[in-house]
């Protein structure tokens, strides 16, 4: 009996606040499929079935104590089964060679690519000599070639010729896998061109309108903004980042204030709030309507109706669904005469987006913004007691509110973004107060003027304060970009961080009574794990061209060119925001570009490219432990540890840590997922994955056995 009470008094202290953990538990279970080593088969997912019944059975036909454990096990299988069909309804096809030729297809998207260029993303196409069952649904391709015959416009069909090959996947073991990514966009090829893009058919009547409603409203606001500023008012609006140059990116970056590019929930809301103003109050201002209708209620749904216009122009992406999906949370509370702003109501937007689009939980976007949201709300909640009125002077509330909304969403959403970028904008604090203001009160509103003016062809003078508006914020991110110490590098976590630190943090927001302060302890061990996560000593990229190795400056690359997305990735992980050629300039190698040599504690490694480094092979073996070769290598001499492209083919770009003396392994394809590299049966030579020994070491082995 008492343990019977034990569980009521228990119940009882947290009745109504139990369902946000719903969210949490679904998400927890859409999480354990993603980190599964291989492809779920049908027996997972009967179990996951059979286990969503008897929770739903223990739920609605159970004692009321059985009810958390029922809705837990029920939100975990439903985790489970929700990414278990989004993997098969977005099948399509991924490129399987490297192909050259031909390319058509029409323009969904235009943005830009790291490298500075414009980048296509291109659907309905046709490659030569490829049947439609091989041929991906969708292709992005870089235009790095110098002349354009025509400015490319979404809804276009092109043709040009370039070089495609299937998403690469990490560039080390447990990095950023890109493949999947592309998987779940339907992406199955990537590339670039040097040639000209031609146009090979205009777009159809009555297709993609708004892609090109965005693609013309982009145009006319550069031609009246023809500046850097005009550039980030329209990606701003509209979601086309395309005339945004890298120096400006990179500074929005440095200075914490990329998320006011982005077309996030902070810009949404900006928008929302100006329009549900200016409605509810235009209608207050006709006294026999406002007596008659919910002044509240109209300017709901014509917000809720702009919202959804908003999320169409922008392109549907996921950042812009998920801001879509709680606005309408917070109006339909409004027309609901509920709270709007409740862990319940980012609990639903939550639970929505998670079913429709698990992979959504890995993206950086759902994490920070989530994060963001659920610490403003609650910290709110827990300031709210001290800000009543007539407690602080109602000047200070305004600034208040700014700069804890600030402190507030940076701590909570920072550590995702450290860990995303690899880097942490030390004043992002200070720029933020500085620009987030003018970003509500001047360029949304600017730009929501602009667009209820524009048929009457006054949209001129909000262009220009919008203009104004995004000037004062660029010249802030160059401003506090530049400052001494602006960024610092961050190194990336081990896979146990960030659980530890979101579900830590989320018992202390959900948990109800002093028990909550008990997830502060997962939270301080996962920050303990960060600050010592260790790196590998070495690295070797997918094709065996580039390494880099640990040295007394920092990570050491085998050369200064090439492989440029692996060498930046690995400095970044590492937290290095050295640039790829100075880091290729450090102390560490020796010899000739075609065999360098390096020397890892007791372990000499040569590196051998082309075809002099081939035909060195034999000689170097009697001198090294490990050759890497960039180069396929039939038959490999007696006694002699090669990673040669082969191996690596098979393996994925591979790690190599301290042990004892030597140097431990790890492949990164280890993984057999519908997006993963296909993984053959035929197992390793053993000798592949053995740890590297001294020869010394070697040696005595053998005299002892």
Known sequence: MRNLHLIDTFLEGQRGHLFPWVAVFIGLGASLWFVLPQEPGAAVYGVAAVTLGIGAVMRFAGNERGYPVAVMLACLALGVLAAGVRVHTV?????????????????????????????LTLDRVVLERTTPERTPDRVRVSLHGKETYHEPKAGQTVILTGHLSAPDGPVEPGGFDFRRMAYFERLGAVGYTRNPVLLWQPPEAGTQTVDRMRSHLAT?????????????????????????????????????????????????????????????????????????????????????????????????????????IMVTVMLGAVLLDRQALTLRSVALAGIILILWKPESLLAPGFQMSFAATTALIAGFAAMQDRMEPGRVPRWVVPLVTLVMSSVIGGLASGPYAAASFNRYADFGLLANLLTVPVMGAVVMPAGAMAALLAPLGLSAIPLWVMEMGSAWILSVAHWVAGLEGAVTGVVSPSASVFPLITLGMLWVILWQGKLRFAGLVPVMLALWFWSDAPRPALLVARDGSLIGVTGPEG??????????????????????????????????????????????????????????????VKSACSQTELIILAAPLPDPPEGCRVVDQTLLTRTGPLAFWPEGDGLRVQMTETASRRWSHPITSEPLPQAALAPVLPRRSATADSHQE
């Open 91 to 119: 099948a399509s096809p991924t490129l399987d060679f490297r192909y050259y030729g031909p390319v058509q297809g029409r323009i969904v998207w235009i943005d830009r690519s790291q490298s500075d260029v414009i980048r």
């Open 220 to 324: 006319a606001m550069l031609r009246a903004m023809p500046s850097e500023a005009g550039a980030f008012a329209t990606g701003a609006m509209t979601g086309d980042r395309s005339a945004i140059s890298q120096d400006t990116a990179a500074a929005l970056r440095d200075s914490g204030l990329a998320h006011l590019l982005a077309i996030s929930g902070m810009n949404l809301a900006f928008l929302i709030a100006f329009v549900f103003a200016l409605i509810r109050y235009g209608v207050a201002l006709i006294p026999p309507l406002a007596l008659r209708v919910s002044a509240k209620k109209i300017a709901a749904l014509v917000s809720l109706g702009v919202a959804f216009f908003y999320l169409l122009l922008s392109g549907s992406n996921v950042a812009t669904e998920r801001a879509f």
């Open 555 to 616: 990570r050491v690359l085998s050369k200064e060119r090439g492989a440029g997305f692996a060498a930046r990735s690995w400095l970044e992980n590492d937290g290095d925001l050295e640039e790829a050629e100075l880091a290729a300039a450090r102390e560490g190698f020796a010899g000739p570009r075609n065999a360098r040599t390096i020397t890892l504690g007791s372990i000499r490694i040569v590196v051998l490219t082309g075809k002099t480094g081939l035909a060195q």
